[in-house]
C-alpha cells in the first residue's frame, strides 16, 4: 500500500471527533462504532452502531451518505450494503446498521485498509450536520505456490539455472533466499554467487547459477540440497529443496595413451589434455572429431570442431562427451578425438589424437515364438522360425539347435535338419526344419523338445528357449472281432479269434495293449450251458496275426432248443485311440446235438420186423434235426409221433395174439414154456414205448408151475 493511501486513511481517523458532533443547539453522541474491522476475504460482516441526540429541543430527521477513502467506486474490494432512506433522530437510541462484504479478488496481496466515513445529512439543519468514521481491514488469504525442481543431475564443469516460478498474481515485493546444504560435496565442487530472489509484480520467475567445479578427480556420484526459503511473506509456500546429483565420469588424459574404451552405460568421457607447465595465460587448443564405426546418434552434447580452454595457472584442459546408451546390440563402435596443438607456437611432438572405443551394454533375446506346438505325423517336414525378437539387434549372431528325445526317438521318429542357424540383423530369421517320420505303426502320441542357445554373444539371451513338439499319430488299426457263431454242444470249448488291420506299438515299457471280453447270458446260462468268463487277452505289437480266446461249453445230455450267450468286447482305456473295434458284441449260438436213446436185437420176430428199420433211421433223423432250427424240430417231432402211433397199434395187435396162449387160471401174466423165448422180445417192443430201461423174465416159482413164467 502506498503513502498516500495510509495519508488518507490517517486524516479520515483525525476527522473522527471520539464518536460525537456538537452545535450551539444540539449534541448527537455515537456508541458502539469501533475503530477499526477485520474482514477476511469472501466474508460478510455487519457493523452496526446507535446514534441519539442529547439535550436539545429539536427532533431532526437525517438522510445517510456513506463514502470509502481510498474511493472503490467500481466495488473491487468491498461491497457497501445499507437502508438509505431518511432516519429520525431523539432524545433515544437509534441504531444504524451497514453490511459489509470482503470481494475474493484471487490476488495475492497486502491487507487492505478502508476508511468508511457515514455523512448524515440533516433535513432541515444543516447546522447538524455529523460524520462518523471508521477503517476496515480486508485480510487476504491467497496463497503463492513456488515451484522448483525436486531432483536435477548435472555434470563437472557446466553451468546450471536453477529457478523458481509460480503463477498466482501478487501486488506486494518478496524475497526468496536460496542455500546450499552439503551432501557428500563441499564447497570445492560448486560455486553460487546469488543468494537472493526478489520478486516484484508482475514477474513470476526468476533463477540462480551454479556452476558446477570441476576437480579434476575420477570420483562417484555426488550430491547436495538447494534450499529455498521466504522468510518474510507467510503466504508464499515453497517445495523444501531441490536434490542436485553430480554424475560420475571417467578422466583419461591423453599422456596415458591414445586409446580408451568406455562402456555404453557410461554416463560421460572426458578427454583432457595435461601440460607439463601451466600457462601464464589461457591457451586454446583446437579439436575435431572423426567417426570410425560410430556415428552422430552415439554421442551428444559435443559441439565440434571446437576448442579446449586451459587457463592460467591450471594443467589440464579437458572435453566432456556424453555417450548416447541407444538400447541397441551391436558391435564395440569408436571414434576419434583429433587434437591441433599450437602452444604459444609451439607444435605439440605426441599423439595428438585420441581414439574412444564405446563397447555395447544393451541386451536382447531371442526364442521360439510358442514353448509348445503339435504336428500331425504325416506333416513330412515342420518348420519354425525365430520371431521372437526382443528388443533391437545390428548384429548377426548364430543360434545353436539341438533335440532332446522324448517319448519320440530321433531317428525313428523325426530328424533334425540343421543344428545351427545365423540370425541376420536385418534379414528374417532363418526357419528351423523337422523332418518328422511316418511309421504307420498305430501308437500313442509322442513328444520330443528342440533347445536354443545364442553362440558367442553374451549380450543376447533366449527367451523360449525350448520348443516342446508333440507328434500327433494319424495311423488308424482296427480289431476285427466275429459278429456270430454258432458251435455244437458237444464241442468243448468255442474259439473266437480277431486281428488288428496295422501293427500296433508296445506300451512305454514294452508290454502289450490288452483286449478285454466279457461273457454275457442269453438264454444260454453262465454255469448250465457255457463257463462264463472276464478276462483280458493280450493284442500282439507289432504284428497283424490272429489271436484267439477259449470259452468252455457244457453238455449236458438233455434234448433242448439252440441256446445263445454274448461276449462283449473292449478296448483297455490308455490304448492308442487309433485303435477301433469294428464290432463290440459276439453272439455264440449252442446248437444242441443230443438224440433220443435206441436199442436193437439178433432175435426179432417176423411180427416185429419193421421195429429195426425205425430204430435204424433214428440216427439220420437226429443228424437232420441238427441241421434245422428249431421250426424244422416241430414238423420233425410230429412226423415221429405218427411213426410212433404205428409202432404202438402194431404193438397191441402182437400183445393181444399173444394172449390167446396165457393161461388166464393164475393171477399175474403168463407164457408158456413155448413162449418163454419170445416174451424178452415183447418186453423190448412195450419197454421201448414206455421208455422203460429194463425188463425182466423170472420163473412162477410161487405157483410151481413147470413151464410157466410171469412176466
Not at 300 to 309: D, S
Amino acid at each position: 500500500m502506498d503513502c498516500s493511501r495510509w495519508l488518507a486513511i490517517i486524516i479520515g481517523v483525525l476527522l473522527v471527533k471520539c464518536g460525537t458532533c456538537t452545535d450551539n443547539n444540539s449534541t448527537v453522541q455515537v456508541s458502539g462504532l469501533q475503530v477499526e474491522y477485520f474482514i477476511p476475504e469472501n466474508v460478510t460482516r455487519q457493523i452496526c452502531f446507535n446514534l441519539t441526540i442529547v439535550d436539545m429541543n429539536y427532533n431532526g430527521n437525517y438522510s445517510i451518505n456513506i463514502t470509502t477513502n481510498p474511493p472503490d467506486p467500481e466495488e473491487m474490494d468491498l461491497l457497501l450494503d445499507y437502508d438509505d432512506s431518511e432516519i429520525e433522530l431523539d432524545n433515544e437510541e437509534t441504531e444504524f446498521c451497514v453490511s459489509v462484504m470482503a470481494y475474493d479478488d484471487t490476488i495475492a496481496e497486502s491487507n487492505e485498509s478502508f476508511v468508511i466515513s457515514f455523512h448524515f445529512v440533516s433535513v432541515d439543519a444543516p447546522e447538524m450536520n455529523f460524520t462518523e468514521s471508521t477503517i476496515v481491514t480486508i485480510i487476504d488469504n491467497d496463497v503463492i505456490n513456488v515451484t522448483v525442481n525436486q531432483s536435477v543431475t548435472v555434470f563437472e564443469g557446466t553451468s546450471y539455472q536453477f529457478c523458481a516460478e509460480f503463477t498466482m498474481e501478487y501486488e506486494f515485493e518478496f524475497n526468496i533466499e536460496v542455500t546450499i546444504t552439503d551432501g557428500d560435496t563441499d564447497g570445492s565442487d560448486y560455486s553460487l554467487t546469488q543468494t537472493t530472489l526478489t520478486f516484484q509484480p508482475p514477474n513470476n520467475l526468476m533463477c540462480v547459477n551454479i556452476t558446477i567445479l570441476d576437480d579434476n578427480a575420477a570420483e562417484p556420484d555426488e550430491y547436495f540440497m538447494i534450499n529455498w526459503v521466504a522468510p518474510n511473506a507467510s503466504n508464499v509456500i515453497i517445495t523444501p529443496a531441490t536434490i542436485v546429483t553430480i554424475e560420475r565420469q571417467i578422466e583419461v588424459s591423453l599422456a596415458n595413451g591414445t586409446d580408451v574404451t568406455v562402456s555404453e552405460e557410461t554416463d560421460m568421457v572426458r578427454v583432457c589434455l595435461q601440460v607439463n607447465t601451466p600457462p601464464l595465460s589461457t591457451v586454446e587448443i583446437g579439436y575435431n572429431i572423426t567417426f570410425g564405426t560410430a556415428d552422430t546418434s552415439d554421442i551428444i552434447r559435443v559441439p565440434y570442431p571446437g576448442t579446449i580452454n586451459i587457463t592460467t595457472n591450471e594443467s589440464y584442459g579437458c572435453l566432456s562427451i556424453v555417450i548416447n546408451s541407444d538400447s541397441i546390440v551391436e558391435h564395440t563402435e569408436n571414434f576419434t578425438v583429433v587434437f591441433i596443438l599450437n602452444i604459444n607456437g609451439a607444435t605439440y611432438s605426441g599423439d595428438n589424437d585420441i581414439t574412444i572405443y564405446i563397447e555395447d551394454s544393451s541386451a536382447a533375446t531371442v526364442g521360439f515364438e510358442n514353448a509348445t506346438v503339435s504336428v500331425q505325423e504325416n506333416v513330412d517336414i515342420y518348420s519354425t522360425t525365430l520371431e521372437n525378437v526382443i528388443g533391437m539387434v545390428d548384429v548377426d549372431f548364430y543360434v545353436s539347435v539341438m533335440a532332446k528325445n522324448g517319448s519320440a526317438v530321433a531317428g525313428s521318429d523325426f530328424i533334425l535338419n540343421s543344428t545351427y542357424a545365423m540370425i541376420p540383423w536385418k534379414l528374417s530369421p532363418p526357419a528351423i526344419g523337422v523332418s518328422i517320420i511316418d511309421d504307420n505303426i498305430v501308437e500313442q502320441d509322442e513328444t520330443f523338445v528342440i533347445t536354443l542357445s545364442v553362440i558367442n554373444n553374451t549380450r543376447i539371451t533366449t527367451n523360449i528357449s525350448e520348443l516342446e513338439i508333440t507328434i500327433v499319430d494319424n495311423d488308424r488299426s482296427v480289431l476285427s472281432t466275429p459278429y456270430s457263431t454258432e458251435i455244437p454242444e458237444s464241442n468243448s470249448i468255442v474259439q473266437l479269434c480277431f486281428s488288428p488291420s496295422a501293427q500296433i506299438a508296445p506300451k512305454s515299457d514294452g508290454s502289450n495293449y490288452t483286449l478285454n471280453y466279457t461273457t454275457v447270458n442269453g438264454n444260454a446260462t453262465d454255469g448250465q450251458d457255457f463257463m462264463g468268463v472276464s478276462a483280458t487277452v493280450s493284442i500282439p505289437s507289432l504284428s497283424t496275426i490272429e489271436t484267439c480266446i477259449n470259452i468252455s461249453i457244457i453238455d449236458d445230455d438233455i434234448i433242448e432248443e439252440n441256446r445263445l450267450f454274448k461276449v462283449q468286447w473292449t478296448l483297455e482305456d490308455d490304448i492308442p485311440s487309433g485303435v477301433t473295434l469294428d464290432n463290440g458284441v459276439t453272439t455264440v449260438t449252442i446248437a444242441d446235438d443230443d438224440i433220443e436213446p435206441s436199442t436193437s436185437s439178433s432175435s426179432t420176430p417176423t411180427t416185429t420186423s419193421m421195429t429195426p428199420t425205425s430204430t435204424t433211421s433214428s440216427p439220420t433223423q437226429t443228424s437232420t434235426i441238427d441241421s434245422f432250427p428249431l421250426g424244422t424240430y416241430a414238423i420233425i417231432g410230429i412226423i415221429v409221433g405218427v411213426v410212433a402211433a404205428g409202432v404202438c397199434f402194431l404193438l397191441i395187435l402182437i400183445v393181444i395174439i399173444c394172449c390167446i396162449r396165457v393161461r388166464t387160471n393164475r393171477r399175474g401174466f403168463y407164457v408158456t414154456n413155448e413162449d418163454k423165448g419170445d416174451a424178452p422180445q415183447m418186453l423190448r417192443y412195450s419197454a421201448s414205448l414206455r421208455s422203460l430201461t429194463s425188463q425182466t423174465v423170472m420163473p412162477v416159482d410161487s405157483r410151481e408151475k413147470e413151464n410157466e413164467y410171469m412176466v
